[in-house]
């Protein structure tokens, strides 16, 4: 195989092949799966989706859920 989808150290495309990683790590992992479904791509792989019980759960919890500075 000689086009962009081979390792980087064997002389593929490196962009391509972390975009290859990344949908790899979505598509094994059920509960990534269902955040990328659910709220994105990039929800599923930092693991922070709207209402999963991240950080972003407890500052809305105790400041509103603006996430804006108050004005």
Not at 23 to 40: F, H, I, P, Q, S
Request: net charge positive; proline share 7%.
């Amino acid at each position: 195989m000689n086009g962009p989808y081979k390792h980087p150290d064997r002389g593929g495309n490196p962009e391509k092949f972390k975009e290859l990683n990344a949908a790899y790590e979505v598509l094994t992992d059920a509960n990534k799966r269902k955040m990328y479904d659910k709220y994105g791509k990039e929800a599923a792989l930092s693991g922070n989706a709207p209402g999963a019980g991240g950080m972003g759960d407890i500052f809305s919890q105790f400041f509103g859920g603006g996430g804006g500075q108050p004005g």
